[in-house]
């Protein structure tokens, strides 16, 4: 079973823009969780999604926001990009039932922002 | 607010020897504490997880040790060798029974040197 992807691998922006970043789940995942990886502040949650809705959300500002699909995918998009976003931002995955509070983690996309 | 703290920051360990890694947590709320092992360029990957009707959990070289009243759990490592040599995150979260299990909250993380 393929593992959880992330595209792209790597970002590089400048400060204004706007990002959009996708994940595809692994297969019969419905649950998808975002997170922030950069070496002071360390891993930090964005959001998860479940069913196209979004069931639980971090402490962020609103310029960071997601969506899923019905085909479970999913996709983070951040606006306005400041200098502090460079990070690397990982998606997991997990199932439903049983062990649904394992995530599975993709590689994740590695964004710089200049 | 950091509700899951991890010591040490780094570790240095030779070949063979016992490598742990503490962490404590605030929200007793917290029912499902997994240990991630990540590696330079890659996602962290599970590397074992415990809940906390048990005390103690091991696979392999890997063991658990969950203290509920000390609101406390560590990463123990036996026989540790170059190749888990890695960053280890300590993570918490809300399982059973409610919804907020899609969200980590991750310890800030060790970064372990097995020496040959």
């Known amino acids: 079973k393929a593992g959880v992807t992330q595209t792209p691998r790597y970002l590089i922006k400048t400060r204004g823009q706007q990002v959009t970043l996708s994940c595809s789940p692994i297969?019969?995942?419905?649950?998808v969780s975002w997170y922030q990886q950069t070496p002071g502040q360390g891993l930090q949650f964005l959001f998860e999604?479940?069913?196209?809705?979004?069931?639980n959300k971090g402490n962020f500002p609103g310029r960071f926001s997601g969506r899923q699909f019905s085909n479970s995918r999913s996709e983070m998009n951040v606006s306005t990009l400041e200098l502090g976003d460079s990070a690397l931002y990982l998606c997991a995955s997990s199932r439903q039932g049983r062990d649904r509070e394992t995530q599975y983690f993709g590689p994740g996309t590695r964004l710089l922002v200049l | 607010q950091q509700q899951v703290k991890q010591s040490p920051q780094s570790l240095i360990v030779q070949k063979g020897g016992i490598s742990i890694i503490n962490c404590a947590y605030e929200n007793t709320a917290f029912d499902y504490f997994p240990w991630y092992q990540q590696f330079p360029g890659k996602g962290p990957a599970l590397l074992i997880a415990?809940?906390?009707?048990?005390s103690e959990k091991k696979e392999g070289r890997f063991t658990i040790s969950f203290n509920k009243s000390a609101k406390q759990f560590s990463l123990h490592i036996m026989d540790s060798q170059p190749g888990d040599s890695a960053t280890y995150f300590c993570?918490?979260?809300?399982?059973?029974?409610?919804?907020?299990?899609?969200?980590?909250?991750f310890g800030q993380g060790t970064i372990l040197t097995v020496h040959p």
């Open positions: 993570a918490a979260s809300i399982g059973a029974g409610g919804t907020s299990y899609g969200k980590l909250t």
């Open positions: 999604y479940f069913s196209e809705t979004q069931r």
């Open positions: 415990i809940r906390p009707d048990v």
């Open positions: 297969s019969g995942h419905r649950s």
